[in-house]
Structure formats: C-alpha cells, structure tokens
C-alpha cells in the first residue's frame, strides 16, 4: 500500500465512496446530495493542508485531508479528516493514513494534532485513533444527529507531537 499526495485526477476515484459515506449520515456531517463539483471544496484541501490517498496498484483505498485546525494562534496544531472506501475497509488503510498524517504533521512542525468531531458510535475510528496514541479530551453530547442512534455525541480528540 502507498500513501501519495492525491492530484486534481484523483477526485473522480475518491468522490464515489466520500458520496456514500457523506450521504449515509452516519461519520460525517456533510451537506447530502452534493454533486461531483459541489463535493471536491469539502475533500480536496489547498495549501497549507493537502489531500492524500492510500492506493494500492491504480485502486484508490481511501483518502485523508489534512491542515491546520484553525488559522492564525491556531494554526500550530493540525487536523484531519479520514476516508476509507466501504469496499476496501480492513485492509489497513485507515491504519496507514492515520500513520502518514502523524508524520506528515510532525514533520511540518505542528504541535499536535485536534479531531475536532468524531462520532461516538464510530467504533472503529475511535479504537484506532486510540491506538495511534490520540485521546478523547471531552464529548460534546448529542451534537451529531445519527441515522440510526439518533442524537449522539462527538469526541474531541487530540495527540501531542511535542515530545
């Protein structure tokens, strides 16, 4: 498995799983619905941040978009954002990009790394963002209207890079 820089070209295989992962409602709170063009400004950062993808061969996994959290005081602690396609889950790609943006931020000199929403019924996010050493600072309670849990709260997480 290899974890690039996604170019412009790279959008039209990332788009159909960020459609059905953005449209089931269930780990993000993307607008529904949104077309090809409408959906790449939400994926496809712009520097400082960068969108990557994890392939293997010409398959695109999955992809992660990272950059600062917040602009100006608070650009000295970074964020991301994680896609996997539903079709390739297991394979280790969310393990590979969680590890790349690690070191991705660590290298261009953030302070740490904040998530700044991730759902608390999304197990698998929360145990591996866990095992790559983030913890849950506080859970905002019933801030994310799931479609099958109904309300239910976001961990903010957050891992140190200063060591």
Do not use: C
Not at 17 to 43: H, K, N, V
Not at 48 to 66: C, F, I, Y
Not at 84 to 94: E, F, K, L, S, T
């Amino acid at each position: 498995m290899r974890i690039r820089v996604a170019t412009d070209g790279d959008w039209s295989a990332i788009y159909p799983f960020w459609r059905r992962i953005a449209d089931a409602g269930e780990t993000y709170a993307y607008p529904e619905g949104l077309s090809l063009e409408e959906a790449r400004p939400w994926w496809m950062e712009r520097p400082p941040g960068r969108t990557v993808v994890a392939e293997e061969g010409a398959v695109v996994l999955g992809s992660a978009k990272m950059g600062p959290n917040r602009p100006g005081r608070g650009a000295h602690i970074a964020t991301a954002s994680f896609m996997i396609d539903p079709v390739h889950q297991g394979r280790g790609a969310g393990a590979a990009l969680g590890r790349s943006v690690v070191e991705w931020a660590r290298a261009e000199g953030y302070r740490g790394i904040q998530f700044n929403a991730v759902v608390e019924t999304n197990q698998a996010a929360v145990h591996l963002w866990r095992k790559l050493g983030f913890e849950i600072l506080a859970t905002v309670p019933g801030s994310f209207d799931h479609p099958v849990h109904g309300f239910v709260g976001l961990h903010v997480m957050f891992r140190s890079l200063v060591d």
